[in-house]
């Protein structure tokens, strides 16, 4: 009896955990460059049931029990949201639709993933901005609503700077130091921020991650990569562009997510009154039945 009551409460203890990623990717509807969180459940080994005290050899197999569920890991989906035009000289959009490889052309499913016919696992590369934090640590972002600090350095929303190809802070300034009006300020689809129609400022450093899900997220639209393999360098033959005055939407769909919310819900009140009634069985147990 016991086995069915843990096995229910980790079922809503999963639920709650699910319910909690998907209230916290609602909340980031209208958060530029958010990529939605999933949560895959795993049940936990089959354990094989047998007779207990029998006169007859081996214990008869009864059959095998699952103990329940639980919510392996949070998963980032990298699938590009929407382009939005806003206008703003200093809104940069990444539009990536990264399909090829080596040469050959993959489907990728939802997820970021390609299996071919051996089994093996190919992820979707993505491109991101690359800042720095005030530790001088790299981080990536697909968040591109960028500021201008008080020295001319190009910076995030949440205080980041942007690098550039060379690993540097880009500066917006002139050669006399001051800072150039942004009504001046061209970037093109590679990158390059280019001064007065001619004159090339820097270059946003812009990489692609060949294997995503080596990407921890840190919040404010930011990743940690923990990968071995360093994301590499953007070149023209990738399918990446920059895109001045725009910004990308989070990826979340409203639609499904209200789907999911009420998925959760009720299988967690499903869970929920398997417990009460395991409960009220264990409660005959003790005061009627042992009584007798």
Do not use: C, W
């Not at 079922?11 to 999933?38: E, F, P």
């Not at 990536?96 to 997820?111: A, C, N, P, V």
């Not at 689809?189 to 270059?203: A, E, P, S």
């Amino acid at each position: 009896m016991l086995k069915g009551m843990y096995t229910a409460t980790s079922g809503m203890i999963s639920q709650q955990q699910r319910h909690d990623m998907v209230t916290n990717n609602i909340a980031n509807l209208q958060t530029t460059g958010y990529k939605k969180q999933v949560a895959p459940m795993r049940s936990f080994p089959e354990i094989l049931m047998q007779r207990m005290n029998t006169d007859e050899g081996a214990p008869p197999k009864i059959g095998y029990m699952h103990g329940g569920v639980m919510m392996e890991e949070s998963m980032t989906v990298f699938q590009q949201g929407d382009i939005l035009e806003t206008g703003n000289a200093f809104d940069f959009a990444i539009v990536s639709q990264m399909t090829e490889i080596d040469g050959e052309q993959y489907t990728f499913d939802e997820s970021g993933k390609h299996v071919t016919d051996n089994g093996e696992v190919i992820y979707q590369p993505q491109a991101f901005f690359a800042v720095q934090n005030a530790q001088e640590e790299v981080l990536y972002t697909r968040a591109g609503s960028f500021v201008v600090g008080s020295e001319g350095q190009l910076m995030t929303a949440s205080g980041e700077e942007v690098l550039n190809k060379d690993g540097q802070r880009i500066e917006l300034v002139d050669r006399f130091g001051d800072i150039i009006p942004i009504q001046e300020l061209v970037v093109n689809q590679q990158g390059q921020v280019v001064y007065n129609g001619d004159t090339l400022i820097d270059d946003l450093q812009l990489v692609k991650v060949n294997d995503p899900y080596q990407l921890i997220m840190e919040g404010n639209g930011l990743y940690r990569y923990v990968g071995d393999e360093q994301p590499e360098a953007l070149t023209a033959l990738d399918q990446a562009v920059v895109k001045q005055g725009f910004v990308e939407r989070s990826n979340v769909d409203p639609s499904q997510e209200m789907v999911e919310m009420m998925s959760a819900l009720r299988l967690y009140e499903a869970n929920q009154k398997m417990v009460q009634y395991y409960d009220r069985n264990l409660e005959k147990a003790v005061n009627e039945i042992g009584k007798v």
